[in-house]
């Protein structure tokens, strides 16, 4: 098992079939079923309107992860903040993501990551699809928010995706104007 792994799983609390982490529960599904609900949502409310549900639903629990990641990495520099939050995303199953590139004026971080949730299950698509990341972006918002590196929303685009056969996906995160 390794280190980030470990360390992940030493947080968390089992308790009659619920699994926590301070004050948020996990459940663990296969990734396979969140595809299928992606490719769902997209078939009956389009491409933009699965995003818009997703990131709506997104920014009540990320704003709870947020404070408890503030908790944790509070402090350190926005840098080393990022680079703990990807290894937490890692951990929790996300995909192999690497922080390829942070600049903290203006605010610029490039995410690149290998085995999203889509990979092999969608992989002819026109465009990107890897909108459920849309929770990590609003957890990595509502951290830089509380660590005074950002004060407005962050907007992303997702530059290259698995899904219309890339290798790996990339992610380009910036302030909103
Ligand atoms: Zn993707």
């Not at 301070?22 to 969140?34: D, H, K």
């Not at 996300?94 to 999203?116: A, C, H, S, Y």
Request: aromatic letters at 8%.
């Amino acid at each position: 098992m390794s280190d980030e792994f470990r360390n992940f799983v030493s947080l968390l609390t089992y308790k009659d079939g619920t699994i926590h982490q301070g004050p948020i529960r996990y459940i663990l599904v296969p990734a396979s079923w969140l595809a299928g609900l992606g490719v769902e949502m997209e078939n009956v409310l389009g491409a933009s309107g699965a995003y818009v549900v997703v990131h709506t639903a997104s920014e009540a629990a990320a704003k709870t992860y947020g404070e408890i990641l503030t908790q944790l990495f509070g402090g350190m520099p926005p840098k080393e903040m990022m680079a703990l939050v990807v290894q937490t995303a890692r951990a929790l199953g996300w995909g192999d993501i690497q922080l390829v590139e942070f600049n903290e004026t203006p605010l610029t971080i490039k995410l690149r990551v290998k085995d999203t949730y889509l990979s092999g299950i969608v992989s002819e698509a026109d465009e990107p699809k890897c909108y459920l990341f849309s929770s990590v972006m609003c957890v990595i918002q509502t951290l830089l928010q509380k660590a005074g590196v950002v004060s407005g929303a962050l907007e992303y685009e997702e530059t290259s995706c698995v899904a219309s056969g890339a290798s790996h996906c990339e992610f380009i995160i910036r302030e909103q104007e």
